[in-house]
């Protein structure tokens, strides 16, 4: 509980030889990064299409869904740098694993994307009901066209006729099976395809107008998040799915509630598992410039000196050189 949470999360994969594969699109190309180090690509803004978990190098599960509209930069090396988390102004020839204060080695940017919901209209035309469906409304159709033609062309209605209807039948649905397929996917997807594209519009607006850092507030959403799963038990790997909404509450209590769907990976009795669901955070804003956060992750080492120090208490006991650390948004509660 006490570890920052990269650390924990890093032990706790060597610890069940788990090695989770993350494959990101970059422009036109497909890089990944490794939990166990074994590549890492540099990326920059790059989307993830496909996460596979490895056990004892042995592929035990894939997931393929994740909402297209966060991009992802892993810090490259070489250049001055203000941590995307908690503003510390880093030096990136000299850091390994990310931010010294916080950790984090990847900075995160929520697109506005008219593609919200294009992983979701995937998701439901990729499934096996979708095409069992499709393929008894395919069947009947052809049948019965076939069966019109037959009957409207020949002068008798025998046996071979029958015969004939069924080979017809089987011949044109085989043919048609895509075009259903994809009339299918108009009618079936159509409103869920614009439900989804509705709720993304009025995100779009929600950044508008509420004046807030969309990337520090994703960058800070996703730390406070990270902490808190890496420190459930069995929990090895997290990803949002979908954001499903927003709201701010300014004034006195400054906070924004998220509703998400989330998706969290267990390793428990050497099985991976899988289970999705929805949850509401709530996040504060940390006004007085300085974080708050919980009890025993609040150590981090002293740019200057070395020293252990408490990161909430603004400059060093040791050295008194201060310590900026400005994480803005903090996660309060989760429902
Ligand atoms: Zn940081
Ligand atoms: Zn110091």
Redesign the pocket.
């Known amino acids: 509980m006490s570890l920052i949470s990269d650390k924990y999360h890093e032990e706790r994969l060597k610890q069940y030889n788990i090695n989770i594969k993350t494959k990101y699109i970059v422009g036109n190309n497909i890089l990944e990064r490794n939990t166990n180090n074994s590549l890492n690509d540099d990326i920059k803004s790059g989307i993830r299409c496909s996460k596979e978990y490895y056990v004892n190098n042995v592929l035990k599960h894939t997931e393929r869904e994740f909402d297209s509209r966060i991009e992802y930069t892993f810090m490259t090396k070489g250049e001055e740098y203000n941590?995307p988390?908690?503003?510390?102004l880093?030096n990136l020839s000299k850091i390994e694993d990310?931010?010294p204060?916080?950790?984090?080695h990847y900075n995160i940017d929520y697109v506005d994307k008219d593609l919200g919901s294009k992983y979701h209209y995937d998701h439901v035309i990729h499934s096996n009901v979708y095409r069992i469906i499709t393929g008894i409304i395919d069947i009947v159709i052809s049948f019965l066209l076939s069966f019109l033609f037959i009957k409207s062309t020949s002068r008798t209605f025998n046996e071979i006729d029958i015969i004939k209807i069924f080979v017809y039948g089987i011949i044109l649905a085989l043919l048609l099976y895509y075009l259903f397929y994809s009339i299918d996917a108009y009618i079936v997807i159509g409103p869920i395809k614009r439900y989804k594209e509705r709720q993304n519009n009025k995100q779009k607006a929600f950044w508008q107008k509420s004046n807030i850092d969309k990337r520090k507030f994703f960058n800070n959403f996703n730390y406070e998040i990270e902490k808190y799963y890496y420190n459930m038990d069995n929990v090895i790997d997290y990803d949002i799915l979908d954001y499903l909404d927003f709201k701010y509450f300014p004034g006195n209590k400054d906070c924004v509630k998220v509703k998400a769907r989330i998706r969290l990976i267990y390793y428990v009795d050497h099985k991976i598992v899988s289970k999705t669901s929805t949850a509401t955070y709530t996040l504060f804003k940390n006004n007085d410039g300085v974080t708050k956060l919980d009890d025993g992750i609040n150590i981090i080492m002293c740019p200057n000196c070395g020293a252990s120090i408490d990161a909430s208490a603004g400059e060093c006991a040791y050295c008194h050189t201060k310590i900026n650390y400005l994480q803005e948004w903090i996660l309060k509660q989760k429902n």
């Open positions: 941590c988390n908690c503003g510390m880093l990310g931010c204060y916080c950790k984090t």
